[in-house]
């Protein structure tokens, strides 16, 4: 029996399927794809387009290092505006400000910090692996630091979102005009919100350690994977408990358009909210170095505040069934014949 958990809590908050109207994602994608690679001469196509089923695909990574694809620095205006049109295919408006501003902090992070870094709000990467069409495997990513999204459209029907990854330095810009800012804020603070919810009890359980980790447990793994599950089990909290759980798992989701959350918050009740754990680690008062993760049969949710003395942000929401599309491609091949 499917849980009537989603519904009660997206009334809740408001928000209900009909709030919005849902964009078909995939078919809006592959057009926006196709309208990019239109705009590129043969030495663009070159950087920007991959083989589909290559290693390359699977290559993520969130810090300053090089990549392959064509880099925004490297493109005309139209082919930039041609980007954005792709990246908002895949985001909702939300999800669009989140990845636009971790970009312009790279210009906030070379005023701020010591000569020798490179920093540059159009070193992102974009990168096409095979040819987009509705009914044929494809997929696409933008990639620079602290932004690795990554996209794998299986049919015109469904398309992959994960790894999603947003970072912030600073979590908190503190000084200039933009002081004040904190790209991922509700990030933090729906979390601190749940963890203020627990009692003693539930909290012990909830904090698995009194110092965070350096960093996301499971970093870029093309896999996530991780031993076991830690923490505070849903199936232990009072409903505002889970409401506050919901709420935490629909900020990851809700950065892509409605149609594609919509089917990583099914995947979750399908599950059941009660099989997902939430743990904590570092210290609970503000400006403290701190770690969570939400960890269930279908979502892995992790997010680390410890760089910069605790004023530097990484995120990522892993499909556990279908990261890079996963076992949706696998039956996709099953059931269809290519030659």
């Known amino acids: 029996m499917r849980s009537a958990m989603l519904p009660a809590v997206i009334a809740l908050l408001g928000l209900t399927a009909t709030s919005a109207p849902a964009q078909n994602a995939a078919p809006s994608m592959t057009e926006a794809a196709t309208a990019f690679l239109a705009l590129l001469d043969e030495d663009d196509a070159r950087q920007a387009m991959m083989p589909f089923d290559g290693d390359e695909r699977f290559n993520f990574h969130f810090t300053p290092v090089p990549r392959k694809g064509l880099t925004l620095k490297d493109m005309s205006l139209d082919q930039r505006r041609a980007v954005h049109a792709l990246l908002r295919s895949g985001l909702s408006s939300r999800g669009y400000l989140k990845a636009t501003s971790v970009m312009q902090l790279e210009n906030i992070l070379r005023q701020i910090e010591e000569p020798g870094w490179t920093r540059d ?24 630091h602290h932004l690795s999204l990554n996209y794998t459209s299986v049919s015109d029907a469904l398309t992959v979102t994960t790894p999603a990854f947003y970072g912030s330095n600073p979590a908190e810009v503190r000084t200039g005009p933009t002081a004040g800012l904190r790209v991922l804020g509700a990030e933090e603070d729906l979390a601190r919100h749940l963890v203020s919810l627990l009692n003693a009890e539930q909290r012990r359980l909830a904090v698995i350690n009194e110092a965070a980790p350096r960093d996301i447990i499971t970093g870029n793994d093309r896999s996530a994977q991780l031993e ?40 979750v009740e399908r599950a059941g909210i009660e099989s997902f754990y939430f743990a904590w680690a570092g210290g609970l008062d503000r400006g403290d170095q701190h770690y969570y993760r939400v960890h269930g049969p279908t979502l892995l949710i992790e997010y680390d505040n410890t760089q910069g003395d605790g004023n530097h942000v990484h995120s990522v929401l892993r499909d556990l069934e279908n990261d890079f599309g996963g076992d949706l491609l696998r039956r996709h091949y099953e059931e269809h014949t290519h030659d």
Do not use: C, H
Not at 231 to 244: D, F, I, P, S, V
């Open 228 to 267: 076991g599950y830690e923490g505070l089990a849903a199936a232990e909290m009072t409903t505002e408990q889970k409401e506050a759980l919901w709420r935490l798992i629909r900020e990851y989701t809700g950065n892509q358009q409605p149609e594609l959350a919509e089917q990583y918050l099914e995947k």
């Open 121 to 144: 709000r159009a070193l992102y990467y974009v990168s096409i692996f095979g040819t987009p069409l509705e009914d044929e495997p494809w997929g696409w990513r933008l990639e620079g």
